[in-house]
């Protein structure tokens, strides 16, 4: 029955006003602005470096590498380090496993396995590590990318050695305060264990619901997209993924409008953009550009944040090889939509009601349906979204 009073609140006129209204909470400005230079200043030094060695093919793999970046924004140096070098790692790990499948020309249910494999342990991590936004959602693009076609044997290495170099130059540029800081003598925080963050993180098996949860909704929204054919069944995958991560099923309904209908719009200013065929200086300064103006607005509307999201990804995606800008971004509308759509329906039929607590308020965007416990921890800003 509280299934029902869910999708009943789901379908209330406040969930779409819910999804109109910017968030009023989130970091600083000053917080924001640092995070979306060092974002922006990493993702410059990524496209500078492949262009340096003639391999302007793998800029797309450098750039997702260097969004490492997002990660450990808000805390200290010694454990923002130790974290972007976890990121870093498995972002090299998943694009090198995706890479290899294609390589290997293995069927389409092998690829989707392993998409849904990544989505769920990317997830089983995030949590542990409680990362905060933009979680899972990076690792799932970078392994999508990992799926589009290897020309020869030495592609495979070479993507995951972009993505590590990326990756690398993300942790120089985040982290460049500490070497000042310490010439300074002033004092820093010590990083907690990786070991000892994971066991907080996962106590009481916090992690076991968002993990099944992504992992069913990941191989249906890939089925689904795959089954229909369009094109890139990980961006399915990933709408999936960043849907759940909302703080509860209400609040991931918002995410799914927000999340489908931007992209829809961010398709509309991207078409020309792949249509214009632009050099990769112009590219370059595009993917730049609009990183950093994300950063600076997806704390406050993930709805606003995905106009930029949208023709950012498609270009990065068309870096490594010429598409159909038509066919990519329809995918990219598409297969966002049937994402959104299953992790949403997965997220309803996952809730476990509350008991009421007398006296409590419910914090719901506009509904007054029953209170439902959340599929996954809160993350310390949990309306700042994913990608």
């Known amino acids: 029955m509280h299934r029902l009073s869910l999708a009943a609140a789901l379908l209330h006129p406040s969930q779409l006003r819910a999804a109109v209204r910017p968030h009023r909470g989130g970091p600083s ?5 640092g995070g979306a230079l060092r974002c922006g200043a990493s993702v410059a030094l990524a496209f500078l470096a492949v262009a340096v060695i003639g391999r302007q093919d793998l800029a797309g793999y450098a750039s997702l590498g260097a969004l490492a970046s997002l990660y450990g924004r808000s805390s200290g140096y010694a454990w923002r380090s130790r974290l972007m070098a976890l990121v870093g790692a498995a972002l090299t790990v998943a694009v090198a496993a995706t890479s290899a499948l294609a390589a290997a020309g293995t069927p389409v249910v092998a690829e989707l396995a392993l998409l849904t494999v990544l989505a769920a342990g990317a997830t089983a991590g995030a949590v542990a590590l409680r990362t905060g936004p933009p979680g899972a959602t990076i690792l799932v693009f970078a392994a ?7 020309l020869g044997a030495g592609d495979v290495p070479a993507r995951a050695a972009a993505v590590a170099g990326g990756a690398l130059l993300a942790c120089l ?5 500490w070497v000042l800081d310490r010439r300074r003598s ?3 925080e010590p990083a907690p264990r990786v070991r000892d963050v994971a066991r907080a993180g996962t106590a009481g098996g916090a992690a076991l619901a968002p993990t099944v949860s992504v992992a069913v909704a990941a191989a249906l929204a890939g089925t689904v997209a795959s089954a229909a054919g369009w094109g890139h069944p990980a961006w399915a995958v990933m709408g999936a993924a960043a849907v759940l991560q909302g703080a509860h099923v209400r609040h991931m309904g918002v995410r799914a409008l927000q999340r489908a209908a931007g992209t829809a719009a961010g398709v509309a200013i991207a078409l020309p953009l792949l249509g214009a065929h632009l050099p990769f200086w112009a590219v370059a300064a595009l993917v730049v550009v609009l990183q950093t103006a994300t950063e600076l607005v997806v ?3 993930y709805g606003v944040a995905m106009l930029t999201i949208t023709p950012m ?3 990065m995606t068309s870096l490594g090889a010429p598409l159909d800008p038509a066919r990519l971004a329809l995918d990219r509308a598409l297969d ?3 994402g959104a759509l299953v992790g949403l329906v997965v997220a309803v039929l996952a809730a476990r009601p509350e008991p009421a607590e007398p006296g409590h308020a419910v914090p719901a965007p506009g509904a007054a349906a029953a209170r439902q416990e959340p599929l996954a921890p809160a993350a310390p800003s949990p309306s700042s979204p994913a990608r």
């Open 173 to 177: 540029v985040c982290n460049a305060g």
């Open 144 to 150: 999508g990318a990992g799926t589009a076609p290897v």
């Open 313 to 315: 990804a498609l270009l």
């Open 336 to 338: 966002t939509a049937a």
């Open 299 to 301: 704390a406050r509307h």
């Open 186 to 188: 002033r004092p820093t």
């Open 29 to 33: 400005v000053r917080d924001q602005l």
